[in-house]
């Protein structure tokens, strides 16, 4: 499985992310490119603790839902809610100048894998996770969106 474990796997990322522009249209969804970059750079920004959110977590999410997202080889299926903190459409962070957005995310992500062993991170949903099933949502979590732009 992948994971932000593997450097290949964070470089795989790293390269899908150069060739995500501007005015790239989603396969699926109602997020702008951009909007996307933010969404993401949201979402590191809320597991390493500097932007706060809500925690939707419930058994069924903190348990079931999290075994599936984090160990089933199939795709995260396509428009499941985030909590508003997050969601481009509800309150998460605008967009602003692309090339900048991006930078916050590369920076972000950069910050994520580099914290990952932090046992103080906390995800919104699942809770806390172990560093490998960190890695692995990261990764996910990631090669989603990615893949909602055809990348």
Do not use: Y
Not at 89 to 94: A, C, L, Q, S
């Amino acid at each position: 499985m992948k994971s932000l474990l593997k450097a290949e796997a964070c470089a795989q990322l790293e390269r899908r992310l150069a060739a995500l522009g501007p005015d790239a249209k989603p396969l699926w969804g109602r997020m702008s490119a951009a909007g996307m970059v933010c969404h993401l750079t949201d979402t590191f920004h809320t597991v390493l603790g500097t932007r706060p959110t809500s925690h939707a977590n419930t058994w069924f999410e903190r348990t079931v839902v999290r075994l599936i997202a984090l160990t089933s080889p199939l795709p995260w299926p396509k428009g499941v809610a985030t909590v508003a903190e997050i969601d481009q459409e509800r309150g998460g962070t605008p967009p602003a100048d692309f090339a900048a957005d991006l930078d916050r995310l590369r920076a972000a992500l950069r910050e994520f894998v580099a914290r990952l062993p932090d046992r103080r991170l906390s995800h919104p949903i699942f809770g806390p996770l172990t560093t490998a099933e960190w890695g692995r949502w990261g990764f996910r979590h990631v090669d989603h969106h990615l893949r909602q732009f055809g990348l």
